[in-house]
């Protein structure tokens, strides 16, 4: 049995065998196969939380998903952002015939096969998005999107044996370098923390012999915070959020109507056209954003009818208008949900599919609406001082 990429482990009387994968990789699958048989642990952890490992158990998991609650539950962008995750990884995957995740089902499959416990040990996944959205500012964010959105493009391919090199701890080392100097506060809620909840867990595995299935970026962390004790319940904790978005969001649409109700006051017909310049700019940019994602026409003019109005309420967004209506003119049926996960798979896929056209109407009528306000408001400001 090879031993490359394997790394064992005593600790407290436990035997503890870490398999460090790469989550598209023919090679990893069997290899976990292998080890498995071969140990015959007491326990078997894998790399996945509860919502994941069910989402792989369930085959109809997203025909049971519904739309509407998805856009009123203001999940659309976590949702298109976790499907174009799926769909890079999906491509790879393909290129080299197996499933994405293929090594954690194999994990499941062995320790079935013997009788062996197996143990959930990654955090939950919303937890995770949640800590790492509010750790990465502004700037991180739209970095973040900007990569996200860049996979569903990409075409990019490497050989396996590019991918099996990936795995040594000397390129991981490099990688996470890399990694950390584009998005230095996204390393620690998205590897080390894990890291940290992923050791606490294996640790915790019933038994003498453990073995843990992971994603190799983990295993060198893993195996140091594997000889510290962890808080679970304080890795588990979803960061408070900040009041600072909340009183700008209410601030801004107080400023702007402030502006032009005293415009209006003093100068009727520039407060009129304060008031024609901000509904042009946020209906506009909003339609426009919908029109992108080849929304229902009528889904069109909600989105340039509501934006203006939604810009000066924060508790409701012209994409959950925009996405609502185009979901009633183009309600998905089954085969949607049903093809939803290889329609991903390409870049024309995200707009052919009803589900995914609705994610898409409601994320860029909201970015569209968030630069005409920004637009908008600069021209209302620039007509007030004009009309002074």
Known sequence: MSEENITRLELDG????????AHVSKQSAEQVKEVIEAEQPDSVCIELDEQRYQSIKKDSKWQDMDIF?????RKATLLLMNLAISSFQKRMAKQFGINAGQEMIQGMESAEEIGADLVLADRNIQVTFSRVWGNIGLKGKFMLLTEVVGSIFSRETISEEELEKMKSQDMLNSMLQEFTEYFPKLKKPLIDERDQYL?????????????AVLGAAHVPGITEELHRDHDLDK???RPSKSKAPKIIAWA???????????????????????TLSWVLWNGSFS?????????????IL????AAPITSLNPLVAAGFIAGIVQAFLRRPNVRDFENLSEDVFHVKGFWNNKVTRILLVVVLANIGSSLGTFIGGADVVRLFFENL
């Open 235 to 237: 890795l588990s904790e």
């Open 199 to 211: 050791a606490e867990k294996i640790k915790n595995a019933p038994g003498e012999k453990v073995v």
């Open 287 to 299: 339609a426009i954003g919908t029109a992108v994602a080849f929304a229902h026409p009528l889904t």
């Open 69 to 73: 609650k998805v856009i009123k539950e």
């Open 302 to 305: 909600s989105a340039f009818v």
């Open 14 to 21: 436990k035997e503890i065998i870490l398999i460090g994968t």
């Open 252 to 274: 801004i649409p107080i400023l702007i109507l402030s502006i032009i109700a005293y415009t209006f006051a003093t100068n009727p017909s520039a407060g009129m056209q304060q």
